[in-house]
């Protein structure tokens, strides 16, 4: 019906538009369904894309969108290249990657002549065990962050495979071109000419010197383009460059005989090793999300419900097949390598389904000719059917592992993977660990009282050069703005004990807080704001002590003042301050009295002083006795007469 009306129209721009709208509304209704009845949302979007496609109601033909669907993996996969955190595999390194490739391998091997069993060509099966033998990233990380698992030891396990599997994704892109020719050929034996192994070796050569060079170049260049989009301060020039660097990266890679997918998750890899992938990554997020929507949809109108009615049976017999083997082959494998029995269970079952790389190439082997419309379809709705299940896999794994309990780890192995210890423990339950944003006078102050007490901290700074000079220190520092969650989530938002919030940029300041009291409730959060007019928004939204630089600057001077006059304070005044800071200090903060019992008793009415202008940052005054809070607030250049 859509499609009538836009062909008599004939305007192409509105049809994309129209496209687009109908895309992003129907996947966003399907979305709030599965939301409500607590599934994976990426499921959603791939029932939107078949209910909406050219085989269900034909709202949307699936040729006018090619480009965009293009788009959207580039960026999607761009955004995974920038969440791999290699740091991850440190501990246990060799173990962590036998673990991810093994597993890999063994769910192939395994699966292979299953999928023959099922009718499949030797290519076509090799090309559909590749991605089914991958994880979802993205659906089993939501559920892991919103678990707060990710610092447990199962967390950190599946979190490795799955970096682990996504590098293993460029071989499995890499090995298509070869898979297509092995099913032409197939195909048509009597036609085909016998294969050079020579040219077939130096051509694979050649294509593995021009990653290296596409990596070696990467490394080189990117940093000092992200470096010099810096100078002024403009984060969305940053952004551009990034894109920029993917879409730059997935044309060479298809130039030198790879894929557009694999040329943008290299791009993303290469920037994940820099110190702006955080910021990097939260900006581009709402984009790569919007997109993530469009191609997950379009990957679903490639679904053909007549097949799935007709397979009904070969579909979930495919899904039984992919949960029971990939449950056992990664539950064994990660057992094998030193992991103790019941997190070795929880990571089997977390990561039995199939992922969004399982989808790319599913697509890329369907245009490559490997194997027929039909297997994609079907193949298609096995992984759509295992997105949707994994939540209550998950939650099955955990349940078994209760049962079974920690168990030994294997017999072979001198110690557990991530030592000794009871099972899906906390790898790390630690010390108490401060965030501090910004890195100015006043935080480098709050960073030495820390240091001396021992207390560990991340500092999060939104200027490259200290960044890069903190690095070289060994401090543990990310570059971002403050009111970037993603920033934020990065420097440890979810187990720290403290948010400190130093910038002078009160926009930053209140989404910053907002953001923090929305993860955490019982998180102590302290800010430093220039305004005394601002500091009742920031403790409405949930700031738990809030120290005002105009107020400071009049008690430091008023202190001085009297000292060096060898004059008395007001008893008044002093009894003023003491109720002040009993209130400031009390277990229940986030109702703080912002400094305001200092205005005169006898004009509660009085209007507040003047704004002044944001003072900039000058050295500290003398440390004040009490209380002890103000040594962190940095002095304004004037401040309201008493």
């Given at each position: 019906m859509v499609t009538v009306i836009l062909a008599a129209g004939g305007d192409a721009e509105r049809a994309i538009a129209l496209d687009l709208f109908?895309?992003?509304?129907?996947?966003?209704?399907?979305?709030?369904?599965?939301?409500?009845?607590?599934?994976?949302?990426?499921?959603?979007?791939?029932?939107?894309?078949?209910?909406?496609?050219?085989?269900a109601l034909e709202f949307i033909p699936t040729e006018r969108l090619g480009s965009v669907a293009h788009l959207a993996i580039i960026l999607l996969l761009f955004g995974i290249g920038l969440e791999m955190d290699i740091s991850i595999l440190r501990r246990g390194l060799v173990r962590m990657i036998v673990a991810g490739v093994g597993s890999c391998a063994l769910s192939v091997a395994v699966g292979y002549p299953v999928a023959r069993a099922f009718g499949l060509t030797a290519p076509a099966a090799v090309a559909i065990c590749?991605?089914?033998?991958?994880?979802?990233?993205?659906?089993?990380?939501?559920?892991?962050?919103?678990?707060?698992?990710?610092?447990?030891?199962?967390?950190?396990?599946?979190f490795a495979i799955l970096v682990v599997q996504d590098i293993v994704v460029l071989a499995m892109l890499a090995m298509l071109p070869a898979l297509s020719r092995w099913a032409g050929s197939a195909e048509t034996p009597s036609d085909a000419a016998p294969m050079n192994w020579a040219s077939f070796i130096g051509e694979g050569l050649l294509m593995i010197g021009g990653v290296a060079v596409l990596v070696v170049v990467g490394k080189t260049l990117l940093p000092v383009l992200l470096r010099e989009s810096l100078r002024g301060r403009r984060l969305e020039i940053?952004?551009?460059?990034?894109?920029?660097?993917?879409?730059?990266?997935?044309?060479?890679?298809?130039?030198?005989?790879?894929?557009?997918?694999?040329?943008?998750?290299?791009?993303?890899?290469?920037?994940?090793?820099?110190?702006?992938?955080?910021?990097?990554?939260?900006?581009?997020?709402p984009l790569r999300d919007i997109f993530s929507a469009?191609?997950?949809?379009?990957?679903?109108?490639?679904?053909?419900?007549?097949?799935?009615?007709?397979?009904?049976?070969?579909?979930?017999?495919?899904?039984?097949?992919?949960?029971?083997?990939?449950?056992?082959?990664?539950?064994?494998?990660?057992?094998?390598?030193?992991?103790?029995?019941?997190?070795?269970?929880?990571?089997?079952?977390?990561?039995?389904?199939?992922?969004?790389?399982?989808?790319?190439?599913?697509?890329?082997?369907?245009?490559?000719?490997?194997?027929?419309?039909?297997?994609?379809?079907?193949?298609?709705?096995?992984?759509?059917?295992?997105?949707?299940?994994?939540?209550?896999?998950?939650?099955?794994?955990?349940?078994?592992?209760?049962?079974?309990?920690?168990?030994?780890?294997?017999?072979?192995?001198?110690?557990?993977?991530?030592?000794?210890?009871?099972?899906?423990?906390?790898?790390?339950?630690?010390?108490?660990?401060?965030?501090?944003?910004?890195?100015?006078?006043?935080?480098?102050?709050?960073?030495?009282?820390?240091?001396?007490?021992?207390?560990?901290?991340?500092?999060?700074?939104?200027?490259?050069?200290?960044?890069?000079?903190q690095l070289r220190r060994h401090r543990s520092i990310v570059f971002g703005d403050i009111a970037n969650s993603h920033v934020l989530e990065s420097a440890g938002l979810g187990h720290a004990d403290a948010l400190i919030l130093t910038v002078p940029d009160e926009t930053a300041v209140l989404r910053a807080c907002m953001t923090a009291r929305r993860r955490s409730t019982s998180m102590f959060i302290a800010v430093r704001t220039g305004l005394l007019s601002q500091s009742h928004a920031v403790t409405e939204i949930g700031a738990d002590h809030v120290t005002v630089d105009e107020v400071a600057t009049a008690e430091a001077m008023?202190?001085?003042?009297?000292?060096?006059?060898?004059?008395?304070?007001?008893?008044?005044?002093?009894?003023?301050?003491?109720?002040?800071?009993?209130?400031?200090?009390?277990?229940?903060?986030?109702?703080?009295?912002?400094?305001?019992?200092?205005?005169?008793?006898?004009?509660?009415?009085?209007?507040?002083?003047?704004?002044?202008?944001?003072?900039?940052?000058?050295?500290?005054?003398?440390?004040?006795?009490?209380?002890?809070?103000?040594e962190a607030a940095t002095p304004a250049p004037s401040a309201p007469r008493p």
């Open positions: 109908v895309i992003l509304a129907v996947a966003g209704l399907v979305a709030l369904v599965m939301q409500r009845m607590r599934l994976a949302i990426i499921p959603a979007y791939l029932i939107a894309g078949a209910v909406i496609g050219p085989n590749m991605a089914f033998s991958l994880s979802s990233t993205a659906v089993v990380l939501r559920i892991i962050t919103a678990r707060h698992e990710l610092r447990r030891r199962s967390g950190r396990l599946a940053m952004m551009l460059v990034g894109i920029s660097a993917a879409l730059a990266a997935a044309l060479v890679a298809q130039w030198i005989g790879f894929s557009l997918e694999m040329g943008a998750f290299l791009a993303g890899f290469v920037l994940a090793g820099t110190p702006f992938r955080h910021q990097l990554s939260g900006q581009i997020g469009l191609f997950f949809t379009t990957v679903g109108m490639k679904l053909v419900p007549g097949i799935v009615v007709d397979q009904w049976w070969v579909i979930l017999l495919g899904v039984l097949a992919l949960v029971v083997i990939k449950t056992v082959v990664i539950g064994g494998v990660c057992w094998t390598v030193g992991a103790l029995p019941a997190n070795a269970i929880i990571v089997g079952f977390s990561l039995a389904q199939a992922g969004e790389f399982s989808l790319i190439l599913l697509g890329v082997s369907g245009e490559l000719g490997i194997f027929a419309p039909g297997v994609v379809g079907c193949a298609i709705a096995i992984v759509v059917i295992s997105l949707i299940l994994t939540p209550a896999l998950a939650d099955l794994g955990r349940r078994i592992a209760r049962r079974v309990g920690s168990g030994g780890h294997a017999p072979w192995v001198r110690s557990s993977l991530f030592g000794i210890g009871h099972a899906d423990e906390a790898t790390e339950p630690g010390p108490r660990h401060i965030i501090i944003g910004g890195f100015g006078p006043v935080g480098r102050r709050i960073a030495e009282v820390l240091e001396k007490a021992g207390v560990s901290y991340t500092i999060i700074e939104l200027n490259p050069d200290t960044v890069a000079d008023v202190r001085v003042v009297m000292e060096r006059l060898d004059l008395e304070e007001p008893e008044e005044l002093e009894i003023k301050e003491a109720e002040l800071d009993a209130a400031t200090s009390r277990p229940d903060a986030g109702t703080v009295v912002e400094r305001r019992d200092l205005d005169p008793p006898e004009s509660p009415e009085s209007p507040e002083p003047p704004e002044s202008p944001e003072p900039p940052e000058s050295p500290e005054p003398p440390e004040p006795p009490e209380p002890p809070v103000k």
